[in-house]
Each structure stands twice: as C-alpha cells, then as structure tokens.
C-alpha cells in the first residue's frame, strides 16, 4: 500500500497504540494535519495555545499513564517552543516523541522561512534525535524512536521531518510491535547477594528512593522490600508516591527542603541503599557529608549515574523491579527497633495554624482524596506540596525535578488530565509560574476539562525572595509582583470558574462547589509573601545543616 | 600520558557533534580529534587524544556508550593508535 509520508507518521503511531497527540499546526506540519483529518475518528489531538504548552502536556500525560507522550510542532518557532518542554523531560526521564516538520529539502542551508536547525538544538536534551531525509526511511525511524524513548532509562526523542517527505509516496508495511523486556537486568546475582549481606549485616539502614521507582513500575516491590526489613524510607522529589506517605516507614521528602527527621536519617546511618535516585545536588549537599559513615548500594539501570555525584561501595546494574523482588528473596525479617525510635526523635511535630500552605494541602487532601494526581509549577508551593501533600501512589504527584521549569504544571496538568479523564487532577501553582504559561486556560475551556487549579497568591517570586531574605539581606531584587493581575477577571475571560480565598472554611466550601460544577476551575489564595518553606539546608551546606524557621 | 578515547559509530557527521558536546560540556581536554570511515561504509572511527585522568576518561566512556550511534569504546595508548593506521582530519 503506497501511503505518503504524513500518513505513513500516523499509521506509525497507531502501531504504537498512540490515540492522544499534543501539538499545534504550522507552515510544515500542514502535509501532517491533512493526514490527521482523516484520522480524527481515531486520535484526539489536542490543540494548546502554544507549542511549550503542548510539550508539557505530552510529558504530564506520559507520567501520569506510564505510556510515551506524543506532541507536533512546526519548524522555526513551532520547534524552538517546544525546547523548554523536551528539557524539562529529559532532566526527569520521561518518554516523549516530539515530531517537528522542517522546510522543504530544497529550501535547507538557506535561511528559509522558518527555518531552524532543530536536531542541532536539541542534541544535548534528548536521548536521541533523527532528521529524516528519505521517506524509505521514516517508519522505522518512528518504530525506533518509541524504543530508543521508553527502554532502558526513558528519555525524549525528537523526529524532524521536511514538509517534501510528507508529501512524497512509498510503500508501507503495518508491522507489530513487540511487547520486549524495556529494561533488561544485567547485574549478576553474585551482587545481589553481596548487597543483602549488607543489608541483613546493616542496624542503621535507609532506602534513598528516587524517580526510578516510578518509572520501573515498582512501587509494590520497594514495599515488600522496606517492610520486610523495616527500613524507614526517604523520597526524592520525582520518587513522591513511590511509597505510602502515611506509613510509618516513610519520612517523606530528603534534601533541601527535606523533612528533618528524613535529613539526619540518611546522616546517621549505617548503609544508604539508593535506588532510581542520582543523588542531585538538591538532595545530597556536600556529597562526602551525605551519611558520612554509611556504605553505600546504588540499584540504578544507568551505569553512567553510578559514582557520578556520590562514591559507592557497590552497585547494581538493571531494573530496580526485577533487583529490587530478586533482593527482598534474600533479605532477613528485622525490627530494627531501636533505629527507628532514634528517628522518630528527629521529627519535629509543630502544627501551623492559620492560611498556610500546610494548612491549605491538608484541607485539599482531605477533600479530593488520594487518587488526585497533582501537578505543581517551581518554587515554595512546589515545595510545600512535597512536603506535605500525603502522596500515596505512584505517578500521582507530577513535577518538574531536574530542570526546574516554571510554567510547566498547567501544561503537565492538562496532559494528565487528557490521559486520565476519570481521576481529578489538582494543578497547584504560585502566582510567579502561573502568569508564565496561564495562557493554556484556553486548553481547559476548551477541552472542558475538570481539572482544580490551586493558586498560591504571595504576589512574589516566593522562593526567589525567600533566597534574598536569607541570603542577600532581604535586598528583594525584583522579585515583588503585586496586584498586577487580577486573577479572577482573567480566569473569567476564559470562561472558567474562579474562587477567591483567604481561610481555611472558604477554602473547603470552594473545592467542594469546584467538584460539584465539574468546569474547570481557579481558586485563588492569599497568602503572606512573607510565608517561607521550612525545614531548609543553605546551598552548600550537608543536609543536617537544617534550618527550622 | 596521553590516551585515546576510541570509539565505533554510526559513519554520520552529528555523532561527532554529540561526542563532542558532551565533552565540552564537561571540560573534557581534547588534544586532538579524528573521525574516519572504515571499510564498512556505515560505520566510522573516531579518535580523541587526550591528557584527562584516566578516573575522567572512563565517567566519559560510560556517556559515550548511551549514545544511540555509538557501537563500541575503548580506551588506547599512542603506540595502539600508529597501529591502528587512523588519519587526521581535524
């Protein structure tokens, strides 16, 4: 069957059991978008306001399905949009295929309307990228670039295909996909074995549990694994989920902003077991004063991240779910009893009263539940919600970890939203990241989605300020974005629902009516920009360096 | 001493860029760079000279190998490299 280029993407993409597509049209995707016509009884695609937009959503959907995030774009413009969006992936690991159109073949080298060297660009933020000449070549190109973007460690992959490869005809043959092992275990069970000796010899042991475990799908693995021993638990930021917050072995959030009891946890230990984690500089402040005296084990399925920023005494290559069933085999049932009433001295148990974010996620919690996937921008309400929204499943709190990029959560909503119509999704965000990329309210008008928007209204760049507070003697450069907008004419002008609050009753009343109307919705509140995140390490400084208030 | 970083990849000017990349992004001191086709039209040889630390050379390898283009790498000394009969191009 001879199909054009633009037709033999689609049909591509079908084999790959792809229905939900982000992007936006443009002078080179046209060829594209004709094609998709004609196939709309089988995709959704999903318009944005714009190309970063689409980006993000194709990533907060593949996070929250655990399937890889498909977004189109144009050349020129169309593809540099989408840059911010392709790092935020990469830095988090997330599979993405992201297919720009390019000039025509003729028109390349010169300068073109449009055009942009966008494989060039976008070298060191994917795992692998393609420019496709030949039309020969196309479908399996697309058939790798779904393999090369969820095996092993995920990662985006980016295709850019001139506007003549769209149009020109060849031959297509459907081929089935096979369902491979996406992540082969390579460590031998010699290192197992000498990692459970460790562990089993260890009285002061801490799981150290990143992304990885998120992505491997072994949630239920860690906590067979954890209770067994009883080793108590701390999470890295993209590890949220990965086990229950609420259980007694978990001590939440490590790092930075960790919880103190997590904090000097890992700097009492005896044996650091790391596993999916990169120990970033975000975690681990001065590498040598992360658990001074413990052995370290590092289970990761990336050779080049072992002993990158942390020396380790052993390591384990392969698939954290494989390692960690083959681990828990070997492992011997321990109380540890006296390890863990030590750590329970280092919890602080001091209740804010009053609007504060604490305040403000616990009453969020206890209305929409725990299956309420949230998504957050970058900055203090990021960080309070990992502090203290009490994750218990995995691929439910989505963020951007690595790169840090405001303006993502909307984005990253609207795609988790689209992947999963059922749940309630809850994008979180400060008054900073929201005004970045607000301009995908549009999205949610008009896909009609559900979803809550939590803003946090400092009227600041909250923990720019608060670096400024600390450290540059409150000399607050820039950071001050009073009453510039208001929010809720804005939120109107969309015609979405918004919500103005400034207590915890009003609060409630407005979660619940937001459930109830099932419109979109922005609640809006005021807090203090005085309001700081606390536990806090200073940069630079090991993580029991904590600073409390 | 100097060593080699040696390297089989995909005969196509962008792996060189992304080897490249990678490296200067992590100040990698490079004395001297080559990349040559083989007699296998599909694949090339890329050799970089280099004074790193051999600990620096191997946490390059390790980035190197991820790449997708890249088939094999290993490390040489000079006298490895006259045998291996590689020319200079860049």
């Known amino acids: 069957m001879k199909l054009t280029g633009a037709e033999i993407v689609l049909e591509c993409l079908k084999e790959q059991d792809v229905d939900k597509i982000f992007g936006y049209p443009g002078g080179a995707v046209i060829p594209l978008y004709d094609a998709l016509y004609d196939k709309m009884d089988h995709f959704d695609h999903i318009l944005t306001a714009h190309e970063q937009g689409a980006s993000h959503g194709a990533d907060g959907y593949a996070r929250s399905t655990g399937k890889v995030g498909v977004c189109f774009a144009t050349s020129g413009p169309g593809a540099t949009n989408t840059v911010t969006g392709i790092a935020t992936a990469y830095m988090d690991s997330v599979p993405l295929v992201v297919i720009t159109g390019q000039v025509p073949a003729n028109l390349l080298g010169k300068d073109s309307f449009q055009e942009v060297d966008i494989t060039g660009i ?17 479908a399996d190109v697309i058939r ?30 459907k081929k089935e996909v096979l369902k491979e092992n996406k992540r082969a275990c390579t460590s031998s069970n010699k290192e197992i074995i000498k990692a459970a000796d460790l562990i089993n010899q260890s009285s002061k042991p801490v799981i150290y549990a990143g992304g990885g475990i998120v992505l491997s799908e072994a949630a239920n693995e860690l906590y067979e694994f954890a209770t067994k021993g009883n080793i108590p638990v701390v999470n890295t930021l993209m590890g949220l989920g990965s086990f229950p917050r609420d259980h007694d072995l978990s001590l939440g959030l490590v790092g930075m902003h960790g919880m103190r009891d997590a904090n000097l946890a890992v700097c009492g230990s005896d044996l650091i077991i790391a596993i999916g984690a990169r120990f970033s ?46 681990l828990t085999d070997m492992l ?17 148990n001091k209740e804010k009263t009053g609007f504060h974010a604490e305040n403000i996620l616990a009453c969020a919690h206890k209305v929409l539940g725990d299956e309420t996937i949230v998504t957050t921008e970058v900055g203090q309400h990021q960080m309070w919600t990992a502090q203290h929204f009490p994750f218990k499943n995995p691929r439910t709190f989505i963020s951007s970890g690595g790169l840090g990029t405001m303006g993502y ?31 995908e309210l549009a999205t949610v008008a008009k896909y009609k989605l559900p979803m809550i928007t939590l803003l946090f209204n400092n009227q600041t760049l909250g923990m720019v300020r608060q670096w400024q507070k600390m450290f ?78 | ?34 990349m040559v086709e083989t007699e296998n039209k599909a694949l090339a040889h ?38 291996a009969n590689l020319y200079k191009v860049m």
């Open chain 1, 472 to 549: 540059c003697h409150k000399r607050y450069a820039e950071t001050d974005i009073t009453q510039e907008v208001d929010y809720m004419k804005l939120v109107e002008a969309y015609g979405l629902r918004g919500e103005k609050v400034d207590n915890l009753l009003d609060l409630e009343d407005a979660l619940r009516r937001a459930i109830q109307s099932g419109k979109g919705t922005v609640i809006e509140c005021l807090l203090s920009k005085d309001d700081c995140v606390f536990p806090m390490v200073p940069p630079g400084a090991p993580i029991h360096n904590i600073i409390l208030e």
């Open chain 1, 144 to 173: 790798d670039a779904f393999k090369i973007a969820e095996s092993g460690r995920p990662g985006p992959v980016l295709i850019d295909i001139p506007k003549n490869v769209f149009l020109e005809k060849t031959t297509y043959v």
């Open chain 2, 1 to 34: 001493m100097n060593r080699i970083l040696f390297a089989e990849v995909n005969n196509q000017p962008e792996v060189l860029m992304r080897i490249i990349g990678l490296l200067r992004r992590r100040a990698f001191h490079m004395k001297s760079i080559s």
């Open chain 1, 409 to 439: 959560g909307l984005g990253a909503a609207i795609g988790a939203q689209v992947g999963n119509p059922d749940k309630r999704v809850l994008h979180i965000a400060g008054d900073g990241s929201f005004r970045m990329n607000c301009n």
């Open chain 2, 46 to 83: 890329l050799m970089i000279t280099t004074k790193e630390e051999p600990e620096s050379i191997e946490r390059a390898m390790l980035l190197i190998e991820k790449i997708v283009d890249v088939y094999k790498v290993k490390t040489m000394d000079e006298n490895m490299k006259k045998e």
């Open chain 1, 122 to 138: 976008t070298l060191p933020i994917t795992k692998h990228n393609y420019f496709v000449k030949d039309v020969e070549k196309l």
């Open chain 1, 281 to 326: 500089d975000r975690v681990i402040g001065i590498a040598e004063e992360f658990g001074p005296k413990a052995k370290v084990i590092h289970i990761d399925i990336d050779a080049s991240e072992i002993g990158k920023n942390k020396d380790v005494d052993l390591w384990i290559l392969g698939d954290v779910k494989r390692v960690l069933a083959d």
């Open chain 1, 332 to 348: 011997s049932t321990k109380d540890r009893k006296e390890w863990l009433e030590k750590i329970e001295d280092f919890k602080v």
